[in-house]
C-alpha cells in the first residue's frame, strides 16, 4: 500500500491568511492524487483532483500543486468558512489511501 | 443532480454482519464507479472498496475477507456487507461515485454512524 503523511497535523491560523498543506507519499503516484474538505459532522468535499484541477464550484482561493511524491494544497485567503480538516488521497493504486487529516482552526 | 443516501442498522451485535444499501438519486448507477469509504470516531479516512455497476470490484486487503459488495441497477442502489465485525468496525460509513477507475470520488454520500456492540 502506498503510505500517505499529512503536515502539519494541524495548524492555527487567521482569516486572511494564506495556508499551505503538504502530502508526501511514499511512492510516484504521479498526479494521481485529490485533496478533500471536511466539516465536521459533514461528509468530505471533493476540492483538487490530479493534483492542481479545481473541482466545480470550488472557490479560487484553494489551489494544489506537486507530482510525483510531493503535494501541496494552498488556501490563499482564509475565509471563516475553510476551517475544517483537509486530506489528500491516492488513486493511482489499490489500496486507495488518504492522509491522516490536516486540522485548520482558527487562531 | 445526483445525490447519495446511506442506509442500513445503526446497531450491529459483534460477529454478525453490517449490511448497508446506497441509494442514488437524480441519476443512474450504470457507467460509474462505486465506493464504499469509513471513518472510526474521531480518525481519518479508511477506503473500503468499489464496485463498478458491471460488477467488477477492488477490496481493501486489510477487509478483503470480509466483504462483499453488490451493485443492483434495477433500484438505483449498491450495497455493503461486512461480516464477523468487532468493535473496531464501528464508523461511520459513507458510500461515493466516481466516473472511472482512476478518478477521485466526486459525489459522497451524507454517511451513516454505525456501532458494533452486545
Known amino acids: 500500500a502506498i503510505w500517505m503523511t499529512q503536515s502539519p497535523s494541524s495548524l492555527s491560523a487567521s482569516t486572511g491568511d494564506r495556508v499551505t498543506i503538504a502530502c508526501r507519499t511514499s511512492q510516484d503516484i504521479s498526479t494521481y492524487l485529490a485533496w478533500y474538505q471536511q466539516k465536521p459532522g459533514k461528509a468530505p468535499k471533493l476540492l483538487i483532483y490530479?493534483?492542481?484541477t479545481l473541482q466545480s464550484g470550488v472557490p479560487s482561493r484553494f489551489s494544489g500543486s506537486g507530482s510525483g511524491t510531493d503535494f501541496t494544497l494552498t488556501i490563499s485567503g482564509l475565509q471563516y468558512e475553510d476551517f475544517a480538516s483537509y486530506y489528500c488521497?491516492?488513486?493511482?493504486?489499490?489500496?486507495?489511501?488518504f492522509g491522516q487529516g490536516t486540522k485548520v482552526e482558527i487562531k | 443532480q445526483v445525490q447519495l443516501q446511506e442506509s442500513g442498522p445503526g446497531l450491529v451485535k459483534p460477529s454478525e454482519t453490517l449490511s448497508l444499501t446506497c441509494t442514488v438519486s437524480?441519476?443512474?448507477?450504470?457507467?460509474?464507479?462505486w465506493t464504499w469509504i469509513r471513518q472510526p470516531p474521531g480518525k481519518g479516512l479508511e477506503w473500503i472498496g468499489y464496485m463498478f455497476y458491471s460488477g467488477s470490484a477492488n477490496y481493501n486487503p486489510s477487509l478483503k475477507s470480509r466483504v462483499t459488495m453488490s451493485v443492483d441497477t434495477s433500484r438505483n442502489q449498491f450495497s455493503l456487507n461486512l461480516s464477523s465485525v468487532t468493535a473496531a468496525d464501528t464508523a461511520v460509513y459513507y458510500c461515493?461515485?466516481?466516473?472511472?477507475?482512476?478518478?477521485?470520488?466526486?459525489?459522497w454520500g451524507q454517511g451513516t454512524m454505525v456501532t458494533v456492540s452486545s
Open positions: 461515493a461515485r466516481h466516473i472511472g477507475e482512476f478518478e477521485a470520488f466526486e459525489i
Open positions: 437524480g441519476g443512474y448507477i450504470r457507467s460509474y464507479y
Open positions: 488521497q491516492q488513486y493511482y493504486s489499490y489500496p486507495r489511501t
Open positions: 490530479t493534483a492542481s
